[in-house]
């Protein structure tokens, strides 16, 4: 049944909102995810409630039938909500799990309008992505700039920017985000940028894509992103060896040697510590030198799955049970922070117990045959991007993480093309 509405009115709204609202909510939201989470989510906000209202005005038969038509996929990648919607009819946390669902909550109208509306998403890609793209290179800029100048007032050298007060988190912390998602957005930039670069129809404009990446490469390695150099890294080897490059694999694989070289002869032991030592490969702890226990940590999550193992203690009530594991191992740290399961396939198996595990599994299934079947680099890497930093993060647990998802939901189903034009 269609909203009647003038159509004076709805020709007016269409056009206020197809050129005013929804391409420049979007892209403005997208610039904002390296810098600010709050103008993100709030510019987000205002794109798929217009984006919603206009499809409404227009053709709500529409949205409805394709919603059933594709009704599986859509239930797969609304998951995430669905089964934190089944842990609060069970959970010991109501106003946790409440606040959960609300930062899940846009995917259920956001993912049916993807597949109502992909050419809309298809249009506007790259535009997406270079506005990310250049939201990471003025995150970079901001984070250098208050760097060098408390370097500057102290009389340091450029030098101290790899020491511990201004690199990793401290770094991160100049725009207030977490350092693996800064480094994802990071990473992801850079590998489009080269992308564009091997696309480009000049050597001018490849010079700039190249120019652009070389600096966000040297911010992410100032940020020590541990996860996003090594999807990074990965990501690209694989592209050349697709593309049959084989001097580029040589010259990646020879930067990476020379990196890790450089990072274990220096003096000073921060860069050691956070990019190998503390991954525990090379040494153990030390007073010197201190060991990143997250995947030790992961045992916590894995007995609290154990004591609930079908369905688990609910929607955000995983916690105290976590931490009790926390305090037996003695784990001041965790403790304290009260961290998260830092992965986010033992987030859902601790926190939904086997339910959440197939879900998460089941999203990642549809993910990576559904990015190759667009045939699109790009998509597949954001695929793997996204399965590397959910073995390090609970990456749905966090809005960057969620807006993150939603990126990649864009360029995947915005490249199937499926044929239903809004404009």
């Known amino acids: 049944m269609r909203i009647y509405i003038s159509q004076q009115i709805?020709?007016?709204?269409?056009?206020?909102?197809?050129?005013?609202?929804?391409?420049?909510?979007?892209?403005l939201s997208v610039f904002f995810l390296?810098?600010?989470?709050?103008?993100?989510?709030?510019?987000?906000?205002?794109?798929?409630?217009?984006?919603?209202?206009?499809?409404?005005?227009?053709?709500?038969?529409?949205?409805?039938?394709?919603?059933?038509?594709?009704?599986?996929?859509i239930l797969i990648l609304c998951s995430p909500f669905i089964v934190?919607?089944?842990?609060?009819?069970?959970?010991?946390?109501?106003?946790?799990a409440f606040k959960d669902l609300g930062r899940l909550f846009p995917l259920l109208i956001v993912i049916p309008l993807v597949f109502y509306t992909p050419l809309f998403f298809h249009k506007i890609l790259n535009k997406m992505l270079y506005t990310l793209s250049l939201g990471s290179l003025l995150a970079a800029f901001i984070c250098w700039a208050i760097s060098l100048l408390e370097i500057y007032h102290a009389n340091g050298t450029i030098?101290?920017?790899?020491?511990?007060?201004?690199?990793?988190?401290?770094?991160?912390?100049?725009?207030?985000?977490?350092?693996?998602?800064?480094?994802?957005?990071?990473?992801?930039?850079?590998?489009?940028?080269?992308?564009?670069?091997?696309?480009?129809?000049?050597?001018?404009?490849?010079?700039?894509h190249l120019i652009w990446a070389s600096i966000l490469f040297?911010?992410?390695?100032?940020?020590?992103?541990?996860?996003?150099?090594?999807?990074?890294s990965l990501g690209?080897?694989?592209?050349?060896?697709?593309?049959?490059?084989?001097?580029?694999?040589?010259?990646?694989?020879?930067?990476?040697?020379s990196l890790a070289t450089i990072v274990y002869v220096q003096e000073q032991n921060f860069l050691r510590d956070r990019l190998l030592n503390s991954i525990n490969i090379f040494e153990e702890q030390t007073i010197f030198?201190?060991?990143?226990?997250?995947?030790?940590?992961?045992?916590?999550?894995?007995?609290?799955?154990?004591?609930?193992?079908?369905?688990?203690?609910?929607?955000?009530?995983?916690d105290p049970y976590r931490k009790a594991v926390y305090y037996d191992n003695r784990d001041s740290e965790a403790y304290n922070e009260n961290y998260n399961a830092h992965n986010q396939f033992l987030e859902y198996l601790s926190t939904f117990g086997i339910l959440g595990g197939v879900t998460f599994l089941w999203i990642i299934y549809v993910l990576l045959k559904d990015?190759?079947?667009?045939?699109?680099?790009?998509?597949?890497?954001?695929?793997?991007?996204?399965?590397?930093?959910?073995?390090?993060?609970?990456?749905?647990?966090?809005?960057?993480?969620?807006?993150?998802?939603?990126?990649?939901l864009f360029c995947i189903y915005g490249n199937k093309l499926i044929p239903n034009e809004m404009d």
């Open 371 to 408: 990015s190759f079947g667009t045939k699109d680099v790009f998509s597949v890497f954001l695929v793997f991007s996204f399965i590397m930093a959910s073995l390090t993060e609970s990456v749905l647990e966090r809005s960057w993480g969620i807006s993150f998802y939603l990126l990649l």
């Open 159 to 208: 030098n101290d920017l790899f020491t511990q007060p201004y690199a990793y988190h401290f770094l991160s912390g100049r725009v207030g985000v977490h350092t693996p998602y800064l480094g994802l957005f990071v990473s992801v930039s850079i590998f489009y940028l080269l992308l564009k670069a091997f696309e480009a129809s000049s050597k001018k404009r490849t010079l700039i």
């Open 34 to 73: 390296p810098l600010n989470l709050f103008l993100n989510n709030l510019l987000f906000t205002v794109f798929f409630v217009g984006l919603l209202l206009k499809i409404l005005f227009n053709d709500t038969p529409g949205i409805i039938k394709s919603t059933f038509q594709n009704y599986i996929v």
């Open 236 to 257: 690209l080897v694989a592209f050349f060896l697709y593309r049959r490059k084989y001097i580029l694999v040589f010259a990646v694989m020879a930067a990476i040697a």
């Open 10 to 27: 709805k020709d007016l709204y269409n056009k206020f909102i197809s050129y005013l609202v929804l391409k420049w909510a979007l892209l």
């Open 218 to 232: 040297l911010f992410l390695l100032n940020l020590l992103a541990r996860t996003a150099l090594i999807s990074l």
């Open 84 to 96: 934190s919607l089944v842990g609060v009819f069970y959970t010991a946390n109501l106003p946790g």
């Open 289 to 318: 030198s201190k060991k990143d226990d997250r995947f030790h940590r992961f045992k916590a999550s894995i007995e609290v799955f154990k004591e609930f193992p079908l369905l688990g203690p609910g929607t955000a009530s995983e």
